[in-house]
């Protein structure tokens, strides 16, 4: 069964570093999606991406986050300049379309550590 | 704006007994229901949704949940539980329409004990 997958599965940087986050969706999927979990929180929702741009993003999804899908098959979660709170599990997920099927396949996720 | 309430944090139970983790919603407009599991280390797996129609729908492993409209709520359920299903759940809803977020609830952490 097709899945969505993530890399790494876990990213130790500095503060003030870049880091990648870096996903391949489903191959015919059309939508995608990131969200993060703050270690104990709730999944919040980042940014959802479809037809080469942002449709939608949160208030979390500032100018230091950005997204791409450089290939046609990568989809990247950009965080320019870490800060210690960006620490979190970071999950991407894609949906086929705007049919049915209506839910979002997730990735395993990468723990993002910022120290 | 939709809002997810999970009212339970944490269920303990034993072994073949049943469960019911809680969810209810907030929505002025029409929304699809779903229920995520995360196993240790692992990322979000769907258990069920509701879109339309019955409003008992059944999900992977025996699970199973009720729309209430008039009580906003989106209870799941499973009659016997396994050491397996220790795991943590969590309610979503998006608007209908497709390709909307999905806004979650803060999650229930089940653990079952022998």
């Known amino acids: 069964e097709p899945e969505v997958t993530q890399t790494p599965s876990h990213q130790v940087t500095q503060m003030g570093q870049e880091v990648i986050l870096r996903c391949v969706p489903i191959?015919?999927?059309?939508?995608f999606y990131w969200y993060r979990q703050i270690l104990g929180q709730k999944v919040e929702f980042l940014v959802s991406?479809?037809?080469?741009?942002?449709?939608?993003k949160s208030e979390i999804f500032d100018d230091q986050f950005s997204v791409e899908r450089p290939d046609g098959s990568n989809f990247t979660l950009k965080i320019r300049s870490t800060k210690l709170e960006d620490s979190a599990m970071y999950f991407c997920?894609?949906?086929?379309?705007?049919?049915?099927?209506?839910?979002?396949?997730f990735g395993p996720g990468t723990r993002l550590t910022v120290t | 704006a939709q809002s997810v309430t999970q009212l339970d944090s944490q269920v303990p139970v034993f072994e073949e007994a049943p469960v019911e983790l809680r969810c209810n919603y907030s929505?002025?407009?029409?929304?699809?229901l779903f229920w995520y599991v995360q196993y240790p280390n692992q990322g979000l797996q769907l258990l069920l949704k509701?879109?339309?129609?019955?409003?008992l729908v059944k999900g992977i492993n025996g699970f199973e949940a009720e729309f209430n409209k008039s009580q906003t709520s989106f209870h799941l359920r499973k009659p016997s539980v396994h050491i397996s299903d220790t795991a943590e759940y969590f309610c979503?809803?998006?608007?209908?329409?497709?390709?909307?977020?999905?806004?979650f609830g803060a999650g229930t952490r089940l653990a079952v004990h022998p």
């Open positions: 997920a894609s949906k086929p379309g705007q049919g049915l099927p209506y839910e979002q396949y």
């Open positions: 191959s015919n999927h059309l939508y």
């Open positions: 991406f479809y037809n080469n741009e942002i449709s939608e």
């Open positions: 929505s002025s407009v029409s929304v699809y």
């Open positions: 509701y879109l339309s129609g019955s409003t």
């Open positions: 979503a809803v998006s608007l209908s329409g497709g390709y909307n977020k999905l806004i």
